[in-house]
């Protein structure tokens, strides 16, 4: 196992005692995995981070990097001797630094030719080959982030570290850059933890997810499972577009409140379920619809194209979900 966390606690000192950020959480990634932890802001997922990298100790549990114990109950090693790479949300780069100077500077301690052939392989990777004269305030966004990935990346750590790496860029670069540096990483075979509160970047990066909230894991698993499959009424509501609304409101026998989906509801003037449309927005090649049940409760519908539907319309639905995408969650 390449990471291994084994029922984790940290926190912090409050005048009232102790303010437990994460509590009893667990996961484990194998060489080469990406995982994420996705949440909202002080969920304690980049608490999480910290432990891992050594910068803030276990008041429980267990945390391995490739079978060593580097945290638990016989002490705790210090930062620097975990061979963990980090990416921080700011980049932190060093501005009087040039681009090749930052690659190389955890590289301390090999000779100068082999700092310089990591430099070159470094900026190669992340497409920054002709860049490496350049200053920080002479990059774009996108470019600093990628110096960060190969400064991050160069010493071969036995963990990747990223502390919601794309928050600072635009949604396109963004999206570009995520794709790029899930590529990146697979291909160097490198094990990674990436935080983030936006399920696009954990969808588009990880292998596997954890949704947090407050300070535990409420549900490990792909993407596919996480949004088809939730465990939990939080998870449910979380992951995706839907609601929770009761199955009696959609004439479903089995009580306590059913996951629906935009694309499990279809529009029908004849359909039985009648609702009542409050809002359409407008996104390009589609029209969301938000639409009232008779108790109240709102759900997302995906208008058709040729729709006329106003705002105070009232309209019919059929609800679609089968036996894999249909899912009681008990209140």
Request: aromatic fraction near 6%; proline fraction near 5%; charged fraction near 20%.
């Amino acid at each position: 196992m390449s990471l291994e966390l084994q029922g984790i606690s940290v926190g912090y000192p409050t005048a009232a005692g102790c303010l437990t950020v994460v509590d009893g959480m667990s996961l484990s990634l194998e060489r080469g995995e990406i995982g994420s932890l996705l949440g909202t802001s002080g969920c304690g997922k980049t608490t999480v981070l910290r432990a891992v990298a050594g910068f803030e100790p276990l008041q429980a549990g267990r945390i391995a990097l490739d079978g060593v114990t580097v945290a638990g109950p016989d002490g705790q090693w210090p930062p620097e001797r975990r061979r963990v790479g980090m990416v921080f949300q700011d980049y932190a780069l060093f501005p009087h630094l040039c681009v090749a100077a930052n690659v190389a500077f955890g590289l301390r301690g090999t000779t100068r030719e082999a700092r310089q052939a990591r430099v070159r392989e470094m900026l190669e990777r992340v497409g920054l080959a002709e860049l490496g004269g350049r200053f920080p305030h002479e990059l774009s966004g996108g470019q600093q982030q990628r110096v960060a990935l190969a400064r991050a990346l160069a010493p071969e750590p036995s963990v990747l570290l990223l502390d919601e790496p794309f928050s600072n860029l635009d949604i396109h670069t963004r999206g570009r850059l995520a794709s790029d540096v899930r590529d990146l990483l697979k291909a160097s075979g490198t094990t990674a933890l990436l935080v983030t509160h936006d399920q696009a970047e954990a969808f588009a990066v990880a292998d596997r997810i954890g949704v947090m909230d407050r300070g535990r894991i409420l549900q490990w698993g792909d993407a596919a499972s996480l949004y088809h499959a939730p465990q939990d009424r939080f998870v449910a509501g979380f992951i995706g577009r839907g609601a929770l609304v009761a199955a009696a409101t959609l004439g479903l026998e089995g009580g306590g409140e059913v996951l629906v989906r935009p694309e499990q509801v279809r529009i029908d003037p004849a359909a039985p379920i009648r609702v009542r449309l409050v809002e359409r927005i407008f996104h390009g090649p589609e029209t969301r619809a938000v639409l009232a049940l008779q108790d109240g409760a709102r759900i997302e519908a995906d208008l058709p194209p040729d729709s006329a539907a106003a705002v105070g319309d009232e309209l019919g639905i059929w609800f679609c979900g089968d036996a894999q995408r249909r899912f009681h969650v008990e209140a």
